[in-house]
């Protein structure tokens, strides 16, 4: 649908889970405000919020293991993990307070109760998990989180995993029965659906941002309609670069002196997928281990069950590989191009630094299917190669960095990078990305609409919208269960009620 107006409040780039979050936010807190989504795709969520993009877990620190580094001393500290379980019951609250105005749709569409457990094998590895066990449990955040070293309990936990096993051998894991599968092609789908019931809300599909010029305190916004070969001009208040791997080029294209030296690091991947009935209904989980030495975090194997369109199956993977291209659908030449004199540097750098992460790339690059069933093999011993089918996922381009010591350094996380005067921003990076989008969103709404986030009104709204905030529900136990219960019951989650865990814990010096 052609733009009626040619200024608007807000452009967003990329038609996503982030693009949508932050548009629906911010048409609740303004119902006047006028945003234009432009996406070069002919639909939204097609990239990395696709749901076979993705692992589709609801990251909320409970069996995700890189959020826990061990330390030297062997210690392992919780606080990341806590973070990220409060954000994503900040997302849960959004969801719910939508879900309860009566025109979002159904919960059951998008998130669904799957466990959520972490699996290791040998002394060494068991040592950590216990170790990680004892730091979360101490926090209200995980206080029903189970452990067990038990073979017996674990072939109630995870049955398909355990047959054929040996008797003897050793394996520990944890188990949190409140963890969600969430598809994020669907959520994405609903909240566009309610942001264009409001009136001044538009989007673009087919239409790529070509030109981003200031003009005055705003922007103006240049994009070119593919079907027609038709530029047009938007001029904006304010610019959200949300276009998943597509941001680095466009915050380039900005040419903003706060996005200066930043690169990419492309990293593609793969699944192997089962969908015979007879299979997934013996996986009700999902499963997270742990990374091989150099692998990124994105590369962390699990096994999952998926819930998409409401048909279950089962994910395993992700297996890592190397293209230069920044999206899914992208270029070969995205990574060559975002070559700057301001990040070659940093990027050089990464390279330098980074060398097993090179050699764990050309290792899984060379894989062969046969080899990819043996990896699968160490969780799911009997498997019929018959079941399982390769599935390519999403891209995710990691964030390089300019730093003081090094050079340069490469960043797992996600972060927000904004003009100083907040009239544009871009979101670069991946995990925990979709889960934590919410608070993403709020983060980027406090630093680019501050005056605004103070107003009477907007924070009158907002506390409508949100009972607590992460740091809140961080610091009070007696509030993160109250919140907790009241999104789960509102979302359809109140039947995943975690078991006792004494039968478990007992087990842990077995």
Known sequence: MAQKNYEVDVVLVGAGIMSATLGVLLKELDPGIKLEIIEMQDSDALESSNPWNNAGTGHAGLCELNYTPQAADGSVKAQKAVEINAKFEVSKQFWAYLLEQGTFGSAQSFINPVPHLSFVRGEKDIGFLKTRFEALKTHHCFADMEYTEDQATLNEWIPLMMAGRAPNERMAATRSQGGTDVNFGALTGQLLQHLTSKPEVTVSYDHKVTGLER????????????????????????????????????????????????????????????????????????????????????????????????????????????????????????????????????????????????????????????????????????????????????????????????????????????????????????????????????????????????????????????????????????????????????????????????????????
């Open 215 to 510: 003009d005055g305190s705003g922007w103006k916004v240049t994009v070119k309609d593919s079907k027609t070969g038709e530029s047009r001009g938007i001029k904006a208040g304010f610019v959200f670069l949300g276009a998943g791997g597509g941001a680095l080029p466009l915050l380039q294209m900005s040419d903003i002196p706060e996005g200066h030296g930043y690169g990419g690091f492309p990293v593609s991947g793969q699944w192997l997928r089962c969908d015979n009935p007879e299979v997934v209904k013996q996986h009700q989980a999902k499963v997270y281990s742990l990374a091989a030495v150099g692998a990124p975090p994105m590369s962390v194997p699990h096994l999952d069950t998926r819930v998409v369109d409401g048909k279950k199956s089962l994910l395993f993977g992700p297996y890592a590989g190397f293209t230069t291209k920044f999206l899914k659908r992208g270029s070969f030449l995205d990574l060559p191009l975002s070559i700057r004199p301001s990040n070659i540097l940093p990027m050089l750098a990464v390279a330098r630094d980074n060398m097993d992460l090179t050699r764990y790339l050309i290792k899984e690059v060379k894989q062969s299917m046969g080899d990819r069933l043996e990896t699968l093999r160490g969780f799911y011993p009997e498997l019929n190669p018959q079941d399982w089918r390769l599935e390519i996922a999403g891209q995710r381009v990691q964030i390089i960095k300019k730093d003081a010591e090094r050079g340069g350094k490469l960043e797992f996380g996600t972060e927000i990078v904004a003009a100083q005067d907040g009239s544009i921003a871009a979101l670069l990076g991946a995990s925990p990305g979709a889960s934590v989008s919410v608070s993403a969103m709020l983060d980027l709404m406090q630093r680019c609409f501050a005056e605004r986030m103070k107003s009477e009104q907007w924070v009158a709204r907002l506390k409508e919208i949100f009972k607590a905030s992460a740091k809140d529900l961080q610091e009070s136990p007696e509030l993160y269960r109250s919140v907790q219960a009241s999104s789960n019951q509102r979302l359809g989650l109140a039947s995943a009620a975690p078991s006792k865990a004494a039968p478990a814990a007992a087990n842990a010096d077995s």
